[in-house]
């Protein structure tokens, strides 16, 4: 049995090794989703299940707890074609086998000792362009998997250690952007060899028996702290419903319904009563689903260790056919705002149960947005340009304090772009980068605030489209908390502010020179009952701007 000491020493260098990946990638990719916002991360996973083993800490948790899918299913195309074998990387892009979506790379590494295989390694990240019929590739009007981006099922990309040149030229055939997709391509395969390193090295330092055992003692430590934290809530089952907005094909909302059960130390989250799959882009798959349960559970028990053991004692039922268990070829583009809806539903259970746990809901969108066209300008005359990048907003109020202002979603720990980086790579230009007064739910504790974001075209003409929630349903507080304030995008055309039919979704926005788009994300719920917050707090608020005058009557 290990002591406790060697076991803390191997947690913290199984953990560099996937940290080292992630920074390798940020610091060598040539699209800023990935070098700036962090939309990637690296993990290890079982040899034998794909169960995530370690995660690092500064990559998105929820393409962690998607990537145990991914190894399955790059195991399981390797089983039909001779095997995995040493210097082998598997690549691919299928969201209903790998999870999220089509813009998300997974790439696959065995690493053997011996001969034998020991675990996986892998990668995935957020390329910028992957074709399909817009841009960037969040289609809003997408109805079959086709239209959202290429397809890509599981191929090898390096056999031997050597670049297969076929699937590379079939890879940039299908992009905007092949430079970007060349540059965040071989970042991800640096970062994979670097892992590889850094693990033979640690396995020659400690012996791969003993590796192996803290591996096995972390997932048993992980499953016997959420039993404990389990054990704590009261038995009973709590019930929480919210809605999407639309799912961009048709204007009709959609329900993401949770009945939580606790029965002693066993958890039960059944999502049964959730709206069926939809004609667009808002589906997510079984794997996506999963995923989306493993991070809301890690944001109410941050101290559990980050594996497959998380989800160890608990029962995820997905009604087949539905929104959140779709298979191909319905769109799944969107699915970041249908995990934040996941994520909202088992907060507000959650906090039922035990509100001192639980934050109220965030902002509860990424609004994606792209503005993509050609150069004008001499020496890039006609050159193809993409600006895809996704916003901030408020984090819910929560027992120990007022929520984060301007923070991103809560599914991952990625960064928002700054406006520098936007600004110095594309067309245009940032009118306005602010928080948002007034955006943030009422409460003891209130929510963050939102932002206000506007964007002036530079170039002569541009084409854009956003894909955003909570335009129709506002954010919730709990435990007494007020709503946060809804979503808003605005388009101008011909000096005239519009607003999409669809309120969070358009496609096809066309923009000339000096045209803006305006997005005015919402803040997060508030906590707890209004009439507890102190004076103190709410003169601040005033003071700060966060609160408008017109609404100063609340701080009396």
């Not at 940020?26 to 070098?35: D, H, K, L, V």
């Not at 997408?142 to 056999?159: D, F, K």
């Not at 999963?290 to 997905?318: M, Q, R, S």
Request: hydrophobic content about 40%; charged content about 20%; some cysteine.
């Amino acid at each position: 049995m290990l002591d406790p000491v060697t076991l803390a020493v191997l947690k913290g260098r199984l953990e560099q090794i996937a940290d080292e990946m992630d920074a390798t990638l940020y610091r060598s990719a040539f699209n800023p989703i990935i070098a700036e916002a962090h939309d990637a991360c690296h993990g290890m996973y079982d040899a034998q299940t794909g169960a995530t083993l370690i995660q690092g800490k500064s990559g998105l948790p929820v393409f962690v707890g998607a990537m145990a899918f991914a190894v399955k299913a790059a195991a399981a195309a390797a089983a039909e074609r001779g095997g995995m074998a040493e210097g082998d990387v598997w690549l691919f892009n299928d969201p209903y086998e790998g999870g999220t979506h089509a813009n998300d790379f997974k790439l696959v590494r065995p690493v053997f000792r011996d001969g034998a295989l020991f675990c996986f390694l892998a990668s995935a990240a957020h390329w910028h362009d992957v074709g399909g019929a817009v841009p960037g590739n969040y289609n809003p009007a997408a109805t079959e998997c086709w239209q959202e981006a290429v397809q890509i099922p599981p191929v090898r990309i390096m056999r031997a250690g050597v670049l297969d040149l076929d699937v590379l030229a079939i890879l940039k055939a299908n992009t905007r952007l092949p430079d970007s997709l060349w540059g965040d391509l071989n970042g991800q395969l640096a970062a994979l060899d670097l892992g590889a390193r850094r693990l033979d090295g640690l396995l020659d330092e400690y012996g791969d028996a003993v590796v192996l055992e803290s591996l096995d003692t972390l997932r048993e430590r992980a499953r016997r702290l959420m039993r404990q934290h389990i054990a704590r809530l009261p038995d009973g089952e709590y019930a929480f419903e919210d809605m999407l907005d639309n799912d961009g094909v048709r204007n009709e909302p959609l329900r993401i319904a949770l009945r939580m059960k606790v029965a002693g130390d066993r958890l039960s989250l059944d999502f049964s009563g959730t709206s069926p799959a939809c004609a667009g882009p808002v589906n997510i798959s079984r794997s996506t689903a999963i995923a989306a349960c493993y991070v809301a559970l890690k944001h109410l028990f941050p101290d559990v260790p980050a594996n497959a053991g998380v989800l160890d004692a608990v029962d995820v039922e997905l009604p087949a056919g539905s929104v959140i268990s779709a298979d191909r070829p319905r769109p799944v583009g969107g699915y970041t705002e249908t995990i934040l809806r996941m994520i909202d539903v088992v907060f507000c259970a959650m906090a039922q149960a035990a509100p001192e746990r639980a934050m109220a809901q965030a902002y509860g969108t990424i609004n994606a947005l792209s503005i993509a066209g050609h150069r004008t300008d001499a020496g890039r005359a006609g050159q193809r340009w993409v600006m895809f990048s996704f916003f901030g907003g408020g984090h819910g109020g929560h027992s120990d304090g007022d929520g984060l202002s301007h923070g991103n979603a809560p599914i991952s720990t990625a960064t928002i772009p700054p406006l520098e980086i936007l600004e110095a790579a594309y067309p245009v230009r940032f009118t306005q980068w602010a928080l948002r007064p007034d955006s943030a739910g009422d409460g003891q504790y209130r929510g963050g605030l939102g932002a206000i974001y506007e964007i002036e075209l530079l170039e002569e003409q541009a084409e854009a489209f956003v894909f955003g929630e909570r335009g129709c349903s506002a954010p919730k507080g709990i435990a007494g908390g007020g709503p946060a304030a809804l979503n808003v995008f605005r388009y101008q055309q011909d000096g005239t502010w519009r607003t999409p039919p669809m309120t969070s979704k358009m496609l096809g926005i066309q923009l000339r020179r000096g045209d803006r788009v305006r997005l005015e994300t919402p803040g997060g719920g508030g906590y707890g009952p209004p009439d507890r917050r102190t004076a103190a707090a709410r003169e601040r608020d005033c003071r700060m701007g966060y609160v408008n005058e017109g609404l100063k009557e609340r701080s009396a």
